[in-house]
């Protein structure tokens, strides 16, 4: 979904509409789209158990004034016909439960017959479904529909080789050709015979999966978040979430919303750990600078990277957007050595013969076309990851931001000297001593902002020594009576550490110099975080 984020405000679809009746102005005068070399509709084995077919041969028919202005992506290799085995859900016994589908991708929900569930996802997509039917869409729709091919048709499939060989769970794709049959019922019409992608669906106890981890239980992000930020009995894992954030960015994959992971949970030692499985690579190896119009959309909005051999620093901000609020959650209080270890650790685990193997996975027919366009990429890219991996920690220091939990937990804030300041970060407990989470030191040549918010519980905010760290600092109490101490009252701290009580009566005790700003809108609890930061409601169902 190259641009579909573009359409959400009024002013961007003014802009996009522009450029697209721009386009289709131009093009009007060009030569007709004309069909794809070899074109041809599907070709049907012997015993009509496997087809050739192309994946979106309609890429291909754009003329080359088109091209020039909206890029040539991957156009070649969704014209190329593959072969694939015929899917017909009866013969298999594969119950639909449910359609479904996000933006522009259309799914059904399958149950085999021992109760394993699994969904079947286009591999073409439709990006004008995201719009309405006013003149405006329809100038639009064309320009969205064309932009599918921004991503190749088969990068799944790579990036799960990948993710096998960097050791982070992943799902397992596999091609079909879809034939309607009466076991579609309803969706029948909806579900025309075409290439889809069938992967068991990572949800509930997955013992059997390998790829899962073999967890007993697996959820959504909203139910894992919940559980997480409830209290410290949960934890959502930082290294392997690590692993897989560097994973993205290996990919280029920018498009990696609370949506798109589920988690699996382990017992350990009386907690719960949280790791990540990554779903919906649609975008992995994303290009969008090959067309004279993508690269004022990419401009506009910097996330839409191309996948290149050129993954440099600045370019990770950008690439990372999409997954901030769980960056924040789950990599706060990791210090730039568990960064740089996690990516030499990567790096390690993808020589160059792994990565030319991981393009094996695709089929044949495009093989030599993919592994022209990728591999060279792929190690330039791992060979970056040491750097790239400093630069993503620096860039979530610039505003940092740490979440406490609906229980107890303990601040302290430690002034190390001018421009620097120390955060620990203790779970409270009444009948035992306080027990340290974790911790992170912030430097004025890094951080703008630093924002920690304690959600519910009774929470304690100490601020210790000379506090002088040249950065805003907000301390944001939540539900709950909570204490703001600051152990030398008559001290006074630097500009830029302000205090915002909860709705309860909290105890304030600070120097003259800290700003006390009453009447906070900021969440308060777990809940109204998950709302508001991940745009997920406590018991959604996202239907993949």
Request: charge should be positive.
């Amino acid at each position: 979904m190259p641009v579909v984020h573009v359409i959400f405000g009024k002013k961007s679809v003014g802009w996009l509409g522009l450029l697209g009746t721009l386009s289709l102005l131009l093009t009007s005068c060009a030569e007709p789209t004309r069909p794809a070399p070899g074109e041809a509709g599907p070709i049907f084995s012997a015993d009509s158990s496997a087809v050739r077919v192309a994946a979106g041969a309609h890429y291909a028919r754009r003329g080359w004034l088109w091209q020039r202005l909206w890029g040539r992506h991957y156009r070649p290799l969704w014209a190329t016909p593959v072969s694939a085995p015929v899917l017909r859900l009866g013969a298999l016994g594969l119950t639909p439960l449910r359609a479904g589908g996000s933006f522009q991708t259309n799914t059904l929900r399958l149950r085999s017959p021992d109760g394993r569930e699994f969904v079947l996802r286009s591999v073409d997509k439709d990006l004008s479904q995201t719009v309405g039917s006013g003149w405006l869409a329809r100038l639009v729709s064309p320009v969205l529909r064309d932009q599918t091919c921004a991503a190749p048709p088969y990068g799944a499939y790579v990036a799960t080789v990948l993710a096998r060989a960097a050791g982070v769970f992943h799902t397992n794709p596999r091609l079909v050709y879809l034939l309607p049959d009466a076991a579609l019922g309803e969706w029948r019409r909806r579900f025309a015979p075409t290439l889809y992608l069938l992967e068991e669906r990572p949800d509930h106890d997955q013992r059997h999966a390998s790829s899962f981890g073999n967890a007993r239980r697996v959820v959504g992000s909203d139910s894992m978040l919940t559980q997480v930020l409830r209290g410290p009995a949960s934890h959502l894992d930082p290294r392997a979430y690590l692993r897989a954030r560097l994973l993205d960015l290996l990919l280029g994959d920018w498009s990696r919303r609370a949506d798109q992971w589920r988690w699996a949970a382990f017992a350990e030692a009386g907690s719960t750990a949280f790791r990540p499985i990554p779903r919906d690579r649609d975008q992995a190896f994303f290009r969008f600078d090959d067309g004279w119009l993508t690269r004022v959309v990419a401009w506009v909005h910097p996330r839409y990277q191309t996948f290149n051999a050129h993954l440099e620093p600045a370019d990770v901000g950008p690439l990372t957007t999409t997954a901030r609020p769980l960056d924040h959650t789950a990599l706060a209080l990791l210090s730039e050595a568990d960064f740089r270890a996690e990516a030499d650790s990567l790096r390690r685990r993808l020589p160059d013969a792994v990565l030319a193997q991981t393009l094996l996975a695709v089929p044949a027919e495009v093989r030599p076309g993919l592994t022209q366009e990728l591999l060279p990429a792929l190690r330039a890219r791992r060979d970056a990851l040491p750097a790239v991996a400093s630069q993503y920690y620096k860039v979530l220091q610039e505003n940092a931001v740490v979440v406490g939990t609906d229980a107890a937990e303990r601040f302290e804030l430690t002034g190390l000297g001018p421009g620097q300041l120390r955060l620990r970060v203790f779970a409270r407990r009444p009948t035992r001593p306080d027990s340290l989470l974790g911790e992170q030191v912030y430097d004025v040549h890094r951080t703008i902002c630093l924002r920690v918010y304690g959600l519910g519980g009774k929470d304690e905010f100490a601020l210790n020594g000379r506090l002088a760290p040249g950065f805003g600092v907000h301390l944001y109490g939540g539900a709950g009576r909570n204490v703001f101490l600051q152990d030398a009252i008559l001290q006074a701290a630097g500009p830029g550490f302000t205090i915002h009580p909860g709705p309860d009566a909290d105890l304030v005790q600070a120097s003259h110099t800290v700003r006390v700003v009453p009447g906070s809108t900021a969440p308060a609890t777990a809940a109204a975080w998950v709302a508001s930061q991940y745009r997920l409601r406590l018991g959604q169902k996202i239907e993949r």
